[in-house]
């Protein structure tokens, strides 16, 4: 009768006050759910870090480092955007199921499905803090520090910070009930509340669908005319005058590149020409010769413009060379 007794006790616990480590049904089920928690938690976190680290770039550039270092990255910060839009509403779904399930007892508080995992992630950011942490250092003893890189390093150690917080006072709070709920709930709402000023500030930095197809065709349009430019400089390298009309290199077998797209050509001189095309967003005043020196001489306006294009003979090592030189 001693194991009738043992089921009647274990029986009449509460579902919060069973032993640790016991499952009331479902592990299997558990175990994903923690793990579709964590799994969007990172998308979250990486989405958060992509945006704010692009709006740094654009507000405090270090053209030190060079144009790719300094200028905002548009595949990064759609990525953020794209992020908070799928992986939030999946965390928070998630994260109110888990919390349902451990308010009824159907997870343990001493789980240990829920322990491992939670510590797993604490481990990836105590991981990341000390990482960030290590990283900031190298560069200040480098004389490397600068401003961005010391937002950047803060920012990573908020982000990595707030999940090692939460996650510890998660894993070590001793009631899902009454003001543990309470409190679970006002921390939501306020990562919440951060979470949507991330996704707004966003746009500070991303383009609109429209304006990022308008300047996919301007810069596919605008290597067409550097293709062009290109078979220009090879035609007359090869016959010493400049070709009369597009036909020209297209007919010419040895031509290493063929004009293509709406791009046309105007001879105006013995070495000069003109390469013209249609551009739907101005590049003026938007490059900067400092970070990009090879690129101030395509800047254009929007609509229908003209490249005036000049060869000159430099000499190179003692040799001529033939370069286009803007007018």
Same mark, same amino acid.
């Given at each position: 009768?001693?194991?009738?007794?043992?089921?009647? @006790?274990?029986?009449?616990?509460?579902?919060?006050?069973?032993?640790?480590? @016991? *499952?009331?049904?479902?592990?299997?089920?558990?175990?994903?759910?923690?793990?579709?928690?964590?799994?969007?938690?990172?998308?979250?976190?990486?989405?958060?870090?992509?945006?704010?680290?692009?709006?740094?770039? &654009?507000?405090?550039?270090?053209?030190?480092?060079?144009?790719?270092?300094? %200028?905002?990255?548009?595949?990064?910060?759609?990525?953020?955007?794209?992020?908070?839009?799928?992986?939030?509403?999946?965390?928070? /779904?998630? =994260? #109110?199921?888990?919390?349902?399930?451990?308010?009824?007892?159907?997870?343990?508080?001493?789980?240990?499905?829920? &322990?491992?995992?939670?510590?797993?992630?604490?481990?990836?950011?105590?991981?990341? /803090?000390?990482?960030?942490?290590?990283?900031?250092?190298?560069?200040?003893?480098? =004389?490397?520090?600068?401003?961005?890189?010391?937002?950047?390093?803060?920012?990573?150690?908020?982000i990595a910070g707030a999940v090692f917080g939460y996650y510890l006072w998660e894993i070590r709070r001793t009631s899902v009930l009454g003001a543990g709920k309470r409190e679970h709930c006002v921390i939501g709402g306020?990562?919440?509340?951060?979470?949507?000023?991330?996704?707004?500030?966003?746009?500070?930095?991303?383009?609109?669908?429209?304006?990022?197809?308008?300047? &996919?065709?301007? @810069?596919?349009?605008? %290597?067409?005319? *550097?293709?062009?430019?290109?078979?220009?400089?090879?035609?007359?390298?090869?016959?010493?005058?400049?070709?009369?009309?597009?036909?020209?290199?297209?007919?010419?077998? %040895?031509?290493y590149f063929v004009a293509q797209g709406s791009v046309t050509y105007e001879k105006t001189a013995s070495t000069s020409y003109k390469l013209c095309a249609d551009f739907a967003r101005t590049t003026q005043g938007m490059?900067?010769?400092?970070?990009?020196?090879?690129?101030?001489?395509?800047? #254009?306006?929007?609509?229908?413009?003209?490249?005036?294009?000049?060869?000159?003979?430099?000499?190179?090592? =003692?040799?001529?060379?033939?370069?286009?030189?803007?007018?």
């Amino acid at each position: 009768m001693a194991y009738d007794n043992t089921q009647h @006790e274990q029986g009449s616990m509460a579902p919060h006050e069973r032993p640790a480590g @016991e *499952e009331q049904k479902n592990p299997a089920l558990h175990f994903f759910l923690y793990l579709v928690w964590f799994l969007s938690l990172g998308f979250v976190a990486s989405g958060v870090g992509s945006i704010l680290f692009q709006i740094i770039n &654009k507000y405090f550039p270090d053209v030190l480092s060079g144009a790719y270092n300094s %200028l905002v990255s548009q595949p990064v910060a759609v990525y953020g955007v794209a992020s908070l839009l799928v992986a939030v509403p999946v965390y928070f /779904i998630i =994260g #109110h199921f888990i919390q349902s399930y451990l308010r009824s007892g159907a997870i343990n508080e001493g789980s240990r499905v829920r &322990k491992w995992l939670t510590y797993i992630v604490l481990f990836i950011a105590a991981g990341t /803090i000390i990482g960030d942490l290590i990283a900031l250092l190298v560069n200040i003893l480098n =004389g490397d520090i600068v401003l961005r890189f010391a937002l950047k390093a803060l920012t990573i150690l908020v982000i990595a910070g707030a999940v090692f917080g939460y996650y510890l006072w998660e894993i070590r709070r001793t009631s899902v009930l009454g003001a543990g709920k309470r409190e679970h709930c006002v921390i939501g709402g306020i990562a919440l509340g951060l979470l949507i000023i991330v996704f707004g500030a966003a746009f500070l930095v991303v383009d609109s669908p429209m304006a990022a197809r308008e300047k &996919k065709t301007d @810069e596919q349009t605008l %290597l067409w005319v *550097e293709q062009t430019d290109s078979a220009v400089q090879s035609f007359y390298s090869r016959h010493d005058a400049l070709p009369t009309t597009l036909a020209d290199i297209k007919n010419d077998p %040895l031509s290493y590149f063929v004009a293509q797209g709406s791009v046309t050509y105007e001879k105006t001189a013995s070495t000069s020409y003109k390469l013209c095309a249609d551009f739907a967003r101005t590049t003026q005043g938007m490059i900067n010769p400092q970070m990009d020196p090879y690129g101030w001489t395509w800047e #254009h306006p929007a609509g229908h413009y003209c490249f005036d294009r000049t060869l000159e003979q430099p000499a190179v090592n =003692g040799k001529p060379m033939m370069v286009p030189v803007a007018r």
